[in-house]
């Protein structure tokens, strides 16, 4: 060693030029897809739609599938693919703009009662992992379920996630989760929603969503551009009517037809009331399915004291009477209430449309003594619904988020409404 030499010399520059290279490595922006959720196509067992965000540098997008089997993908070639569409979204909360780029694809004609492999992404920059979904059987006399939310709204991450989880341990084979309204509390707001899809993890990339807005998703009378960014639902509402779209739809499965509407337009707007009814009832005299279930955020009937909603039952419940709607699905009013009534009563029959209200997040309201309507009711408890469909009977089970049974009922398919078998 020569005189006046540091033997640590080449230590300490070896040592800050890895600390280079990793902070160069790491300050670059990620590209791999995020925030991936399966939405059903207007043909429920035939086709999906995807959608995920990827920051705006990403110029392009792909999704590569192919029907599931046990083997690893050692080669592209075995796979289709499909190019990606892109939209960007502007969103303005608090003072703060932010934009927000999302892609979009769907698979149709694909096999029901399939299970299929996808991934999104690109390999110029990151793809997502390999996740399975299932279609339904073909056949209107298989067994079909799915799980039913009122709304998580609220501690997304912290407290709503313990009922999305228990829920698909409750039931893995869903063909779909439905969210009535409010999935987050302040719809311009992107965190929380980042805080639904981790709330949500994997279960959303593997199980559809179908889902109506509340008003939580609403600086009234403009629907947040979160909810298109986020989700890519049936474009067979009224036509031409812009306000409605991603709110107003229906899909099709063998058995059963889903119906969507716009509660908080319902609730608001005399002019969007009167197109979605006569819209409604278009829906409701075309269809052949053996079931129908309408949901929407804003009840029917409400289990909290200080709630009402004559407008709406004045415009559309003489609708769901005429055409036998077997079952209502609805949030808002945090508390679960049940009740099953005709075309004649305020108080609960054994025939008819069933209503139902509940709530799946943490923020409670009381359910009001007088509410006549509810056959059964609870408040302060988060719960989640697993509705399964077999043939002429419609099994309904409510539980609690630890997973236990708080309430069910059995609906039987009659000539012109359905009974209720308790």
């Given at each position: 060693?020569?005189?006046?030499?540091?033997?640590?010399?080449?230590?300490?520059?070896?040592?800050?030029?890895?600390?280079?290279?990793?902070?160069?490595?790491?300050?670059?922006?990620?590209?791999?897809?995020?925030?991936?959720?399966?939405?059903?196509?207007?043909?429920?067992?035939?086709?999906?739609?995807?959608?995920?965000?990827?920051?705006?540098?990403?110029?392009?997008?792909?999704?590569?599938?192919?029907?599931?089997?046990?083997?690893?993908?050692?080669?592209?070639t075995i796979l289709d693919?499909?190019?990606?569409?892109?939209?960007?979204?502007?969103?303005?909360?608090?003072?703060?703009?932010?934009?927000?780029?999302?892609?979009?694809?769907?698979?149709?004609?694909l096999a029901p009662g399939?299970?299929?492999?996808?991934?999104?992404?690109?390999?110029?920059?990151?793809?997502?992992?390999?996740?399975?979904?299932?279609?339904?059987e073909a056949s209107p006399?298989?067994?079909?379920?799915?799980?039913?939310?009122?709304?998580?709204?609220?501690?997304?991450?912290?407290?709503?996630?313990?009922?999305?989880?228990?829920?698909?341990?409750?039931?893995?084979?869903?063909?779909?989760?439905?969210?009535?309204?409010?999935?987050?509390?302040?719809?311009?707001?992107?965190?929380?929603?980042?805080?639904?899809?981790?709330?949500?993890?994997?279960?959303?990339?593997?199980?559809?969503?179908?889902?109506?807005?509340?008003?939580?998703?609403?600086?009234?009378?403009?629907?947040?551009?979160?909810?298109?960014?986020?989700?890519?639902?049936?474009?067979?509402?009224?036509?031409?009517?812009?306000?409605?779209?991603?709110?107003?739809?229906?899909?099709?499965?063998?058995?059963?037809?889903?119906?969507?509407?716009?509660?908080?337009?319902?609730?608001?707007?005399?002019?969007?009331?009167?197109?979605?009814?006569?819209?409604?009832?278009?829906?409701?005299?075309?269809?052949?399915?053996?079931?129908?279930?309408?949901?929407?955020?804003?009840?029917?009937?409400?289990?909290?004291?200080?709630?009402?909603?004559?407008?709406?039952?004045?415009?559309?419940?003489?609708?769901?009477?005429?055409?036998?709607?077997?079952?209502?699905?609805?949030?808002?009013?945090?508390?679960?209430?049940?009740?099953?009534?005709?075309?004649?009563?305020?108080?609960?029959?054994?025939?008819?449309?069933?209503?139902?209200?509940?709530?799946?997040?943490?923020?409670?309201?009381?359910?009001?003594?007088?509410?006549?309507?509810?056959?059964?009711?609870?408040?302060?408890?988060?719960?989640?619904?697993?509705?399964?469909?077999?043939?002429?009977?419609?099994?309904?089970?409510?539980?609690?988020?630890?997973?236990?049974?708080?309430?069910?009922?059995?609906?039987?398919?009659?000539?012109?409404?359905?009974?209720?078998?308790?």
């Open positions: 060693m020569l005189p006046g030499t540091n033997s640590k010399c080449p230590e300490v520059f070896f040592t800050f030029l890895f600390i280079f290279i990793s902070a160069l490595l790491f300050s670059q922006t990620p590209t791999e897809p995020s925030r991936i959720i399966l939405n059903p196509l207007e043909s429920g067992h035939t086709g999906v739609s995807i959608t995920w965000r990827c920051p705006r540098e990403v110029k392009e997008n792909y999704i590569q599938w192919k029907i599931a089997d046990p083997h690893p993908i050692h080669s592209e693919q499909q190019n990606a569409s892109f939209q960007l979204d502007t969103v303005t909360y608090e003072g703060k703009t932010g934009i927000f780029k999302s892609f979009r694809a769907q698979l149709t004609n399939t299970k299929y492999i996808y991934r999104v992404g690109s390999n110029s920059n990151q793809w997502s992992e390999w996740i399975q979904f299932h279609l339904p006399d298989s067994i079909f379920s799915f799980i039913y939310f009122g709304d998580p709204q609220s501690d997304l991450h912290s407290q709503w996630s313990r009922t999305i989880r228990q829920a698909y341990s409750t039931a893995p084979e869903s063909a779909f989760l439905l969210y009535a309204g409010d999935l987050v509390n302040r719809g311009y707001n992107d965190r929380e929603w980042g805080d639904f899809y981790r709330a949500g993890d994997f279960i959303h990339r593997m199980i559809p969503s179908v889902m109506t807005p509340g008003n939580h998703e609403y600086e009234y009378p403009i629907l947040s551009p979160l909810w298109k960014t986020h989700f890519t639902l049936p474009q067979n509402g009224p036509e031409e009517i812009k306000e409605l779209y991603g709110a107003c739809y229906y899909i099709d499965y063998p058995a059963v037809r889903i119906i969507s509407l716009d509660g908080t337009r319902l609730e608001n707007d005399r002019k969007l009331r009167k197109i979605q009814a006569k819209w409604l009832e278009k829906v409701l005299s075309v269809t052949d399915k053996k079931w129908i279930i309408l949901t929407l955020h804003q009840p029917f009937y409400s289990t909290k004291a200080s709630r009402d909603n004559p407008q709406i039952r004045k415009a559309l419940k003489p609708l769901l009477d005429k055409y036998g709607v077997d079952l209502v699905l609805q949030g808002h009013d945090h508390a679960y209430g049940r009740g099953m009534l005709d075309e004649n009563s305020k108080h609960p029959v054994k025939a008819g449309t069933m209503y139902v209200v509940s709530v799946s997040g943490p923020k409670m309201y009381e359910v009001g003594d007088q509410k006549e309507w509810m056959t059964k009711s609870t408040e302060n408890t988060q719960l989640y619904q697993v509705i399964k469909i077999n043939g002429n009977k419609l099994f309904f089970e409510c539980y609690t988020t630890t997973g236990d049974l708080f309430d069910s009922f059995v609906l039987q398919k009659g000539t012109n409404a359905s009974i209720l078998i308790e």
